[in-house]
C-alpha cells in the first residue's frame, strides 16, 4: 500500500477520530457485491476479530449501517416490551439519550443522576436495583459529554448479585478497543457502539455483541419486535450466515465500512500491540494528557474524587476553560494551529469546558506526536489570551 492520506488538522475530538492510511485505504475498496464470497469472507473475519475485541467467545456480534444511537434502538426495539421497567445510570448526555430511546418503543426507564462529572457508587447501584424489579440497566462505559468512565465490572457483579435476571446494557460507544471490556468474564448482556471512536474508522456501521441471555429474552418477547430495519429477527440469521461464509441478505451492509472495519479489528488483534498493551497504551495516553493540561493550571470536569477512584476515561479528557475565558478564546485558537477540539456537551455545564478525545492511532503509534502537538498548541493559546496559572 503506498496510499497517504492528505495534510488535514489533527482531529483531537471524542470521536470521529484521526483515522489511520491502511484502515482508509480499505474504506477506499472498489465496489464489490455485497454477496460477493470474498466479501463475505472479510464480512465473516470481521465479526470473528469483533467478538475477540470484546472477549466474547459466546457472544453474538451484529454489524449494521448507522451509527452508534441504532444500537440504541437495537436494544429497545429487540429486549423491551411496552412496560418494561429499564434502571438508567445517568452520568451525562447520553443516557438522556438512552432513556428517550427506551421510552420511544414502550419500556419505562427510570434514571438514577449523579452529579455532574461524578459517578454512582456501587452502593447506590444496589440500592436502586433492591427497590424495584429491572428488566434491564443501561451503563455508559464512558460518557462522551463530560469523561466519567463508570466501573462496568463492578456494576456487573453488584446486578448478578442483586437482581441476576436483569440484562445488563453497555453503551461502549466511547470506550470499545480503548478501555477494557470482558464481555463473557463480566456477564454482560449487549456491549454496542460505533465504527468511529475505538474502532479508528469513519463513521456509519453500528457494531454490537448480544448475550445467548439476550438473544433467550428476544425469542421469548410476547409482543412483536416494534421495528423493521432494527429487528434481530431479521439481522440474526444474515449476522450467521455470513459468519458462516454463507451470503445472506436483509438490507445491503455498508461494503466499504466493512472492508475498513475489517482492516482496523485485523490491526486490533493480530497487529504488533495486543489488546492488553492497546489499553495499556489509552491509559498512558490519557495520563500524558491530564498530566499535560494540569501542569498547565487546568482541571477536569471529571470530579478530583472520582478521578482518584479511577472514575476519569482514558479515551478522552473534559478540560474546565480557565475563569473567565470559554470555547471562543481557545477553540478557534487551536483550529489555527491545526488541531481540533470539541465544546462541550452536557446541557448544564456545556459552556464551562472542550473536550479532547485520545484513541486510537493518537495514542497507539506515538511516533505521530498528536498528544504533544494538542498540549503545545494548548500552551501557547493559554500564553496568547494571557492566561496565568
Ligand atoms: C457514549 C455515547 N453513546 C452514544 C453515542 C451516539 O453515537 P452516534 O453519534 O454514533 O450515533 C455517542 C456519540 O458520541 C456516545 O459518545
Redesign the pocket.
Known amino acids: 500500500m503506498s496510499f497517504k492520506q492528505d495534510a488535514h488538522k489533527l482531529l483531537m475530538i471524542p ?1 470521529p477520530i484521526e483515522v489511520s492510511d491502511e484502515v482508509l485505504y480499505a474504506n477506499a475498496h472498489p465496489s464489490v457485491a455485497h454477496v460477493a464470497p470474498d466479501f463475505i469472507a472479510v464480512f465473516s473475519e470481521a465479526l470473528k476479530l469483533f467478538r475477540e475485541v470484546l472477549r466474547a467467545p459466546n457472544g453474538q456480534p451484529i454489524f449494521i449501517s448507522g ?3 441504532l444500537g440504541w434502538d437495537q436494544v429497545a426495539a429487540n429486549l423491551t416490551e411496552a412496560g418494561d421497567e429499564v434502571l438508567v445510570l445517568h452520568t451525562g448526555y ?1 443516557a438522556d ?1 438512552f432513556a428517550d430511546a427506551l421510552e420511544t418503543y414502550g419500556a419505562k426507564p427510570t434514571q438514577i443522576k449523579a452529579p455532574v462529572g461524578a459517578r454512582h457508587t456501587l452502593d447506590e447501584v444496589r440500592a436502586a436495583l433492591e427497590g424495584k424489579k429491572y428488566k434491564a440497566i443501561t451503563i ?1 462505559h ?3 459529554s463530560t469523561g466519567v468512565l463508570h466501573d462496568v465490572q463492578g456494576i456487573a457483579k453488584v446486578v448478578k448479585e442483586v437482581s441476576p435476571d436483569t440484562l445488563i446494557i453497555v ?1 461502549g ?2 470506550s470499545v478497543a480503548s478501555e477494557p471490556i470482558e464481555f463473557d468474564a463480566w456477564g454482560l448482556d449487549v456491549v454496542l457502539t ?1 465504527s ?1 471512536k475505538g474502532l479508528g474508522c469513519p ?1 456509519g456501521l453500528s457494531l454490537l455483541v448480544a448475550s445467548p441471555r439476550a438473544i433467550e429474552t428476544l425469542e421469548k418477547r410476547s409482543s412483536p419486535i416494534p421495528s423493521y430495519y432494527a429487528s434481530w429477527k431479521r439481522w440474526l440469521p444474515v449476522m450467521k450466515s455470513i459468519e458462516n461464509s454463507t451470503p445472506a441478505y436483509f438490507a445491503t451492509p455498508p461494503t466499504n465500512l466493512i472492508y475498513a472495519v475489517h482492516a482496523s479489528l485485523k490491526n486490533i488483534i493480530e497487529g504488533s500491540v495486543s489488546l492488553d498493551e492497546r489499553f495499556e497504551l489509552h491509559r498512558k495516553g490519557s495520563e500524558e494528557i491530564k498530566k499535560g493540561i494540569a501542569e498547565l493550571g487546568l482541571e477536569q470536569l471529571v470530579t478530583p474524587e472520582t478521578q482518584k477512584q479511577d472514575g476519569a476515561a482514558h479515551t478522552m479528557t473534559a478540560v474546565l476553560y480557565p475563569s473567565g475565558f470559554g470555547a471562543s478564546d481557545i477553540l478557534p485558537r487551536l483550529g489555527q494551529r491545526g488541531i481540533v477540539c470539541g465544546g462541550g456537551l452536557h446541557k448544564e455545564v456545556k459552556d464551562k469546558y472542550f473536550r479532547i478525545g485520545h484513541m486510537g492511532i493518537s495514542v497507539t503509534d506515538p511516533s505521530r506526536g498528536d498528544l504533544r502537538r494538542v498540549l503545545d498548541a494548548l500552551r501557547e493559546v493559554l500564553a496568547e489570551i494571557g492566561y496565568k496559572a
Open positions: 470521536g451509527s452508534g444511537t447520553f439519550g455508559t464512558v460518557d462522551t453503551d460507544v466511547c460505533g468511529q463513521p
